[in-house]
Nanobody
Framework: QVQLVESGGGLVQPGESLRLSCAAS????????MNWYRQAQGKERELVAT???????NYADSVKGRFTISRDNAKNTVYLQMNSLKPEDTSVYYC?????????WGQGTQVIVSS
């Protein structure tokens, strides 16, 4: 069983930065694909960034050039560095671990970007 615990959310002003962290339990982290999703109020959950086991990453067009996903396999942790935040980035951010047919989710961390 895998458990994911996110942290790092908060209230920031437009243009500021935040770094989200997601710590995973278990022993499949290093061979899993890790994703960050977000869901704004009244909207569907959307994929923000993906990092596979070899470190290759992909991003949604809306965050390219501003967000960076990274992983530390020694710490079983994935990060999302968010720079130049905009009000439209306001969402609950969820960490996801995908391994074979299994998907695990964290509880979510709230990010609010407002002046």
């Amino acid at each position: 069983q895998v458990q994911l615990v996110e942290s790092g959310g908060g209230l920031v002003q437009p243009g500021e930065s935040l770094r989200l962290s997601c710590a995973a339990s278990g022993n499949v982290f290093r061979i899993s694909t890790m994703n960050w999703y977000r869901q704004a109020q009244g909207k569907e959950r959307e994929l923000v960034a993906t990092i596979i086991s070899d470190g290759s990453a992909n991003y949604a067009d809306s965050v390219k050039g501003r967000f960076t996903i990274s992983r530390d396999n020694a710490k079983n942790t994935v990060y999302l560095q968010m720079n130049s935040l905009k009000p439209e980035d306001t969402s609950v951010y969820y960490c996801n671990l995908h391994w074979r047919l299994f998907n695990y989710w964290g509880q979510g961390t709230q990010v609010i970007v407002s002046s």
